[in-house]
């Protein structure tokens, strides 16, 4: 036992010997090579029943929409939850067809984190952090689902859905992450064939950013003046992080997570980011919905994101100045 204990911490242990032998590699990015490789298991793991999932999902599209269309806002955001942003982007289709309201469309993009959640697992004291960020947003998401349609019927601001499920085009035929088919006539699905492409961008993503942001620090000397430089303490950040979150590419969801699992922003601009962040879901909606309706969109995702991302900014704020005041 001792033995196979003793060969599988030889084979777990490979990487960090190998890159500890290339003394001419800079320590920038052997710590940044050292923790891309082994976060890979938990990327294979993760996106290959995200996989599985999402070609579940578009080969019974009819059904989807059916749940779509009863259970709106809840069912919308609980697929949302899923560590990617396929569901926003097919539910961005189905909003600028009139399929689904702008609630539902609303909570699904609320509640896309993108590839970001599952980057907190590079360091393990940040994983407990993601259940209180999926709680905020499924709140967030389901209020302000509510609060668009409700203003959708008293202000007559968008044309009825359609009913009648046979008159719907539900053929879906999009590009979703690392440029893969979302195709409802697609006979071969090939499931292990993205899984390894999403792993390898992802991986490739989180190399880049680990190695730019530990250049960062290692430039100013500590994580704490690095931080300081990226006003860490400041509500601009807050508002910052949010624009950046906008922005419709999962390189940004991969920069906004590793910064705060590596302590250069706040929470509060940490879910400010989580909140404006869709990955390729708002690209689709300015692609099928038009530019007036992206727009709009995006408004929205901004004002909520900063809007909760600062009430946690000064609310923390008097937390710690009413603590300080008691010692």
């Known amino acids: 036992m001792n033995e196979i204990f003793a060969m599988f911490n030889e084979v777990i242990s490979f990487p960090e010997v190998l890159i500890n032998k290339c003394t001419f590699l ?37 059904l989807f929409i059916k749940l779509l269309r009863k259970y709106g806002a809840f069912f ?13 982007n097919v539910i961005s289709v189905l909003y600028s067809r009139n399929i689904i309201s702008r609630g539902t469309l609303l909570a699904a993009l609320i509640m896309c984190s993108d590839d970001a959640l599952p980057l907190l697992f590079i360091d393990f004291s940040k994983v407990g952090v993601i259940l209180p960020i999926l709680v905020l947003k499924f709140i967030a998401a389901i209020a302000v689902a509510y609060i668009a349609d409700f203003l959708e019927v008293i202000l007559n601001l968008r044309i009825k859905k359609k009913d009648d499920l046979n008159s719907m085009n539900m053929d879906i035929n999009i590009h979703g992450c690392c440029y893969h088919a979302i195709n409802t006539n697609d006979k071969h699905p090939r499931i292990i064939n993205h899984t390894l492409v999403h792993t390898l961008n992802v991986l490739i993503f989180t190399f880049l950013v680990l190695s730019g942001l530990y250049f960062g620090i290692g430039a100013f000397g500590s994580t704490e003046s690095f931080a300081s430089v990226l006003m860490i303490d400041s509500p601009v950040s807050v508002l910052v992080v949010a624009a950046l979150g906008l922005i419709s590419n999962c390189f940004i969801s991969i920069l906004i997570a590793i910064a705060f699992v590596l302590g250069l922003i706040s929470f509060p601009a940490f879910l400010a980011g989580m909140i404006t962040v869709t990955g390729l879901g708002l690209f689709n909606m300015f692609k099928f919905a038009g530019k ?9 995702l901004f004002v909520l994101g900063t809007g909760f991302g600062l009430a946690f900014y000064y609310g923390l704020l008097t937390v710690n100045s009413t603590f300080n005041l008691v010692k």
């Open 76 to 88: 919308s955001a609980a697929t949302g939850i899923v560590p990617e942003c396929g569901y926003a």
């Open 292 to 300: 007036k309706e992206g727009i709009l969109i995006s408004f929205v």
């Open 26 to 62: 800079p320590d920038y990015i052997s710590m940044a090579l050292l923790k891309s490789i082994y976060f890979v298991p938990v990327l294979v793991f993760l996106y290959l029943l995200v996989e599985i999932l999402e070609k579940f999902v578009i080969s019974n599209i009819p």
